[in-house]
């Protein structure tokens, strides 16, 4: 059974034993005891390494997170970004309706779950660094690369507390491993800084290649070391480290970097591990127990009768009109001018139309990604059937008329990237990609720009369109599919433009958008422009809602950390 050491049961086995040890340690992260094991048996190779696994089975956030503290952002990302809504209906998981609608307030829960599961991951990579430190048998070699290993998760998990939160403590290994008593940290220092160190030196001294493909590698550290520092906005150094990734990179079994030829392909749990996979949360199903599944997603599939039914389950990650509506083409171009949304260019759809009346699909002109990345009515949905929209939405008038596509299983993988020994059939053992090679090169490409190589911007983002131009992946012949790589820039702003828009088709549901608009410094306009479209079409859903500019880029800290650390120790976020 594949997993991320191919022994996947195993690991989790050791991971639940070694989080009685850190949990006794660190009330701050609140992690309940799970297990116990003696401190002889950490101090040692095997211990360490287990300690380390453990901290690697946390990149879904199934510890002590709750549905949306894993690293896919569906929620986080993707809803907020205006990729989706939430879906389902209007009841169920109620809690996320103020978060789509940012009406969020400290005491929600589920930012919690963000917050805990996040601070879970940090808390197993410092305990591998602790008793890495102590450990006597650990080869030089090995102490280097376990080193390594675990500042690179650790830089992950405070990139993800960082992005979503900005304001929070840092912890590290020499502050956990004390008397049993929770350690007072401030949440008013940027830890940026420490982010980058964690991540500089993993790309530093890790191997170019691993015995296991679920370890991060050199080049996957590069290229988060890359992001750190577009998020910085330190241009010069994010292209000296992307210049060697896209020339050197590999995978950590050894493929070099590049893209996989046909986009429909990414996402396929049978073609997973390629060579456009970067760093990955390895997902395994069959093992006796669904958390080593790709478990954040389970919820995402169509309702009734789709490929989670038949049954109740679940509807959730409606892909929005606004998203649908921009892979609208002209002349084989996306509309920068956004008039997508105009009546006679945007998107029709079958909003409103039962499945027994007769409907006939957009045939277009749109990018192909549309239909490789969207279910909607009419088109085939992987090798399931064709969508028959109204069946396959639990509410239409609160969700829309749409399906996800990407990370979802095919018929033919039904039993094999998929656990059915659950409630629901939804829970899979298709990889998640926390980064993949397009994103670097879109990353590249927007250093380019930034730095006034426009040319070799547009280089990069043709290279992303012209993967998606590949007939090969074209889903239905009837649409009429247009993509054509830009020609030329006119300027800076012109190239921008096209780089944002490039990731908003390229990376959709990816949990990247929001995070995108408030890095750019565009959340407000874009967010409210999205929220004025989609609730006139989902009045129920989205009427009326609102992004604050200057309070609405980050998560409230939660309320909860907040009584347990005290107020004079962690600061509320600005608005909340």
């Known amino acids: 059974m594949k997993s991320i050491f191919r022994k996947k049961t195993a690991i989790l086995l050791i991971a639940a034993n070694i989080m009685g040890v ?50 896919s952002n569906w929620l986080w990302g993707s809803v907020r970004g205006g990729d989706a809504n939430k879906g389902s209906n209007a009841g169920d998981f109620g809690s996320v309706n103020p978060i789509q609608r940012f009406e969020l307030d400290p005491v929600n829960g589920e930012p919690n779950s963000k917050w805990s599961g996040s601070f879970e991951g940090v808390a197993r990579a410092n305990a591998t660094l602790a008793y890495l430190a102590k450990a006597k048998d650990v080869r030089d070699a090995d102490k280097t690369r376990l080193e390594g290993e675990a500042r690179f998760l650790r830089g992950h998990y405070y990139f993800e507390l960082k992005k979503t939160f900005n304001n929070v403590p840092w912890v590290d290994e020499t502050m956990e491993i004390t008397a049993g008593t929770p350690q ?86 049978a073609n997973e591990n390629h060579e456009e996979s970067v760093f990955a949360f390895q997902a395994a199903a069959g093992t006796g127990s669904v958390d080593n599944t790709n478990i954040e997603l389970a919820m995402n599939y169509p309702y009734n009768t789709g490929p989670a039914g038949p049954g109740e389950c679940c509807g959730f990650f409606a892909p929005s009109f606004e998203l649908a509506s921009s892979y609208r083409t002209q002349a084989g171009l996306p509309l920068l001018d956004e008039s997508y949304r105009q009546p006679g260019k945007e998107l029709k759809t079958d909003i409103g139309i039962l499945s027994k009346d007769p409907f006939t699909p957009d045939l277009g002109p749109v990018d192909p990604r549309l239909d490789q990345t969207i279910g909607r009515r009419g088109i ?94 074209f889903v239905d012949e009837k649409v009429k599919y247009e993509i054509r790589p ?44 999205y929220l004025q479209y989609e609730g006139a079409k989902l009045p129920t859903n989205l009427g009326g809602a609102r992004f604050t500019a200057g309070k609405h880029e980050y998560l409230p800290i939660p309320q909860r950390q907040i009584d347990l650390q005290g107020r004079d120790i962690l600061q509320q976020n600005p608005g909340y």
């Open 22 to 71: 850190i949990s006794c340690r660190d009330k701050f992260l609140e992690v309940p005891p799970t297990g116990q094991i003696s401190e002889s048996n950490l101090e040692s190779l095997k211990g360490v390494e287990g300690l380390l696994i453990g901290a690697y089975s946390s990149l879904n956030g199934r510890g002590t997170g709750g549905w949306f503290s894993g690293a």
């Open 184 to 269: 007072k940290v401030p949440n008013t220092t940027d830890i940026w800084p420490n982010i980058e160190a964690d991540f500089l030196f993993a790309y530093q001294n890790l191997p170019e290649t691993q015995a296991q493909i679920g370890r991060a590698n050199k080049w996957a550290a590069g290229a988060y070391l890359g992001k750190t520092y577009v998020y910085q906005k330190k241009w010069t150094e994010a292209k000296t480290v992307f210049d060697a990734v896209i020339v050197n990179g590999k995978t950590s079994n050894g493929k070099k970097y590049g893209l996989v030829p046909n986009f429909v392909d990414v996402f396929r749990g």
């Open 380 to 473: 085939m949905f992987l090798d399931w059937m064709e969508h028959p929209g109204f069946n396959w939405i639990r509410d239409q008038s609160y969700a829309g008329p749409f399906t996800q596509k990407k990370y979802s299983y095919r018929r033919s993988e039904k039993g094999t990237y998929q656990d059915g020994s659950s409630w629901t059939p939804g829970y899979h053992a298709i990889n998640f990609m926390i980064i993949r090679y397009a994103d670097v090169l879109l990353l590249a490409a927007e250093t380019e720009i930034e730095l006034g190589n426009l040319e070799k911007g547009r280089e990069y983002i043709n290279l992303v369109r012209a993967r998606a131009a590949n007939p090969a992946g």
């Open 486 to 529: 830009y020609a030329a820039f006119m300027g800076k702003a012109e190239a921008m433009q096209a780089l944002q828009f490039e990731r908003k088709l390229e990376l959709a549901l990816e949990g990247q958008r929001f995070f995108d608009l408030v890095r750019w410094g565009i959340a407000e306009r874009e967010i409210n422009e």
